[in-house]
């Protein structure tokens, strides 16, 4: 089986001839370090991967609006703040819900924006088209983010109803944005 074969087999609940090899987001040290020069195309073929994945982890620090650049502080398209560290997925700080009611005034970002889901795979370099390349939802964590870590842990037990309102907020804006994808056919 080739790569599109093993990821379509699998996911019809076939029986492929391996396990596909998929995986979202590498570092871009790491890349650098394995295989220097070589961009997440170039490492996704030399890995063998069988799925191309959006890797979505290489934020630019020349592209983002600061809140304070001397600590590499940033607003993300959330309103999250995060922090530029040593890896290449800025770590999140601090979310832009600090009380309960700041949920009736915050607006996520538009879903139907053109990088909701990153870059289309019009935009990836042909030799790569032989390999699936479904679209993954940007943000895993972001209803946590949208908190912070350690208050949504809390909110967990002391507000579920909050927990709740943030995770269908994160969910209904990947569904519609994955609407966009679909309805678009830039998969």
């Keep these: 089986m080739n790569s599109y074969e093993r990821v379509i087999a ?7 001839d391996r ?5 979202s987001v590498i570092d871009q040290n790491l890349m650098q370090a394995l295989l220097p020069g070589c961009d997440y195309y170039h490492f996704n073929e030399w890995l063998g991967m069988d799925s191309v994945g959006q890797n979505r982890s290489s934020w630019s620090r020349d592209n ?3 809140v304070d650049k001397e600590k ?29 009611e700041d949920l009736k005034t915050y607006t996520p970002p538009d879903p139907r924006h053109p990088t909701s889901w990153g870059p289309s795979r019009r935009s990836w370099p042909s030799t790569r088209a032989r390999k699936p390349s479904p679209p993954r939802p ?15 842990l ?3 037990i002391e507000n579920p109803d ?16 994955m609407q966009r994808v679909v309805q678009a056919g830039v998969t």
């Design 10 to 16: 699998t996911l019809e609940h076939r029986q492929p």
């Design 19 to 23: 396990v596909p090899y998929v995986e």
């Design 64 to 66: 983002v609006q600061y």
């Design 72 to 100: 590499g502080l940033f607003r993300d398209k959330w309103g999250v703040i995060r922090a530029f560290g040593p890896e290449s997925t800025p770590a999140p700080v601090e979310g832009p819900i600090k009380r309960p």
């Design 154 to 156: 809390v909110d967990m």
């Design 138 to 152: 940007r943000r895993l964590l972001q209803p946590a983010f949208l908190r912070g870590m350690e208050q949504f």
């Design 162 to 177: 909050l927990v709740h309102q943030l995770i269908e907020l994160t969910l209904a804006h990947d569904i519609r944005a």
